[in-house]
């Protein structure tokens, strides 16, 4: 492979996943140094076909300040996703009260719920709508400002609700995992509701498809010991999984 079909890969990579992490990069190319992948990543934003960032590059299409278009995110790994909803379902008991965070795969875990009883808090349009078919279930909305980039409310009021709530589990959709700086997400409001579930919950659940793991974003969302539980779709690196067993965290 030449370079000029190796940087139209990073192209076609970084745009296909929204965001890759120089991690990614190294492992998608083991044959390339860390300096000449750097070098591509420098002229392809020079050149406006993408834009570099802090560890790694994004999508010119990728919102600032924001998690990417739901719909993008859907469409990508659809499979894992499946996956991981119905390892997820499996964790939820009847009689408890549950947090369903927004995303794409949060959604697909909303569709693969069993009709039971249930207590649902949610902040995501989408989850709710799924939820919609549950006939024993008691949903709720948190109120909030809408992102509409995520289809799920965020601010001030989202979060003052969350806060004032309980949880048995709450289920934690991630954008990225970097070793030593945990779980993060591309959005400030949307990192802070988070860990305002996550702190609220007995147990928290992260739901994350094996492509997130180093993978960096701006903003964090909570450490690999502050959860309980990563549902993943099998494929996660060794390494991950050496972190996991060593944070007492069940990885599924």
């Known amino acids: ?57 994004k999508s010119v299409g990728f919102a600032i300040g924001t998690d990417d278009l739901l719909d993008n995110r859907s469409a990508r790994r659809s499979q894992e996703k499946l996956e991981i909803a119905h390892k997820a379902a499996q964790l939820v008991r009847p009689d408890t009260t549950i947090y369903l965070d927004s995303g794409s795969t949060t959604t697909e875990l909303a569709e693969a719920l069993p009709d039971m009883r249930l207590l649902i808090f949610t902040n995501s349009l989408t989850v709710a709508t799924k939820l919609a078919r549950l006939e024993q279930a008691s949903t709720y909305l948190v109120g909030g400002r809408l992102n509409t980039y995520s289809m799920c409310t965020t601010g001030g009021s989202a979060i003052k609700r969350v806060g004032s ?26 990192a802070v509701l988070k860990r305002s579930a996550c702190e609220n919950a007995t147990q928290t659940v992260v739901l994350m498809d094996s492509s997130k793991v180093g993978r960096q974003l701006t903003f964090p969302v909570c450490r690999l010991d502050e959860v309980d539980t990563v549902v993943s779709d099998g494929d996660c690196p060794d390494e991950f999984a050496a972190d996991c067993e060593a944070a007492s965290v069940t990885l599924l």
């Open 1 to 57: 492979m030449d370079m000029d079909q190796r940087r139209d890969q990073i192209v076609s990579l970084v745009n296909e996943e929204g965001n890759v992490s120089l991690t990614q990069l190294k492992r998608t190319f083991p044959d390339v140094s860390e300096t000449t992948l750097r070098t591509d990543l420098k002229t392809l934003d020079a050149q406006r076909l993408i834009i570099r960032v802090h560890g790694g590059a």
């Open 165 to 190: 709530l309980s949880f048995d589990q709450a289920f934690i959709g991630v954008t990225g995992y970097e070793r030593g700086n945990g779980f993060t997400c591309g959005s400030d409001d949307e």
